[in-house]
């Protein structure tokens, strides 16, 4: 392949997944994406990453193979009680005045997980908001988790995690809301208990889509460790977004190095990583 072809063929790929994703996929990640699409470049037999945008743009594989890229490129990056701070912010200032607002009537907390990959922060949220109705707080909640792969959606479906995956939640959580998996295909691996499985749904979203099918008046969105693969562009985008489906007083929580992101005359800063819809 001659050198102005495959230029034209690495500009025409990144400019077809920030279109479609908002990842931007400059020069130096060249390894990475290499190494993450290996299992797609074997599968069509392609020779090398070249060879493989050639079968994609030439040879009429990109309609089959795009969801199967996406899926590869994006992060998939969770862990339970990430950034815990988020957490606590949640239940001891937002839930307490969430309560004191709607008095004397129990509030239904709408929480979102932007971003929610195999559904460690749903499922943390979950946690959390039933310890908080353990401790008395009278309230009820639904959380939804959006995420681009269908295949992290389809394990967060699951709700099964293994020993190391579930590390970060304490030992007396892990015992009240996890049940170890007995059979030995489960081996090492503890499922989410029913009772939090239920509060949690699942749904397919691109971040990069012009509109959202999400209600419109959400108490609190987690759209962290997201928008730093996006550039400034597309990052106010989805801001402006998402902005749209807090209610007045909602929360949009960003990761601790996307603070500088959030630049929306609706929003004002609470505390780091966390910010107030007017």
């Known amino acids: 392949m001659n050198q102005v072809l495959r230029q034209a063929h690495d500009q025409r790929f990144s400019e077809l997944i920030r279109n479609r994703t908002g990842i931007q996929l ?9 190494s993450r699409l290996r299992p797609r470049i074997a599968a069509v037999g392609a020779s090398g990453f070249e060879g493989y945008l050639a079968q994609l743009f030439d040879h009429g594989l990109l309609e089959d193979e795009l969801p ?29 005045e969430a309560v004191r607002r709607a008095a004397p009537h129990p509030p239904r907390l709408k929480i979102w997980s932007a971003a929610s990959s195999e559904g460690a922060e749903a499922y943390t949220t979950a946690i959390v908001l039933a310890e908080a109705q353990r401790a008395g707080q009278r309230f009820s909640y639904a959380i939804l988790g959006t995420d681009i792969s269908q295949r ?19 030992a007396e959580l892990r015992a009240r809301y996890t049940m170890v998996g007995r059979a030995p295909a489960h081996a090492g691996t503890a499922r989410l208990v029913p009772e939090l499985r239920d509060r949690v749904q699942f749904m397919h979203l691109n971040l ?4 959202y099918p999400v209600d419109r008046d959400v108490d609190v969105i987690f759209l962290r460790n997201v928008l730093i693969y996006f550039g400034p562009e597309d990052q106010s985008a989805v801001i402006a977004r998402m902005v749209s489906h807090l209610r007045p007083n909602g929360y949009l929580i960003v990761g601790h190095s996307e603070s500088m992101v959030v630049n929306h005359p609706q929003m004002k800063q609470h505390s780091p990583s966390i910010f107030r819809k007017t």
Do not use: C, G
């Open 208 to 211: 990069m889509d012009r509109t």
């Open 152 to 170: 992290m959606l389809d394990r967060a479906r699951r709700a099964i995690y293994s020993a190391e995956q579930l590390s970060p939640v304490p």
């Open 26 to 34: 400059p020069v130096h990640r060249r390894q990475m994406i290499e």
């Open 68 to 96: 199967l890229v996406i899926d590869l490129l994006t992060t998939n990056k969770t862990d339970f009680f990430r950034e815990a701070t988020h957490f606590d912010v949640l239940v001891q200032e937002i839930v307490p």
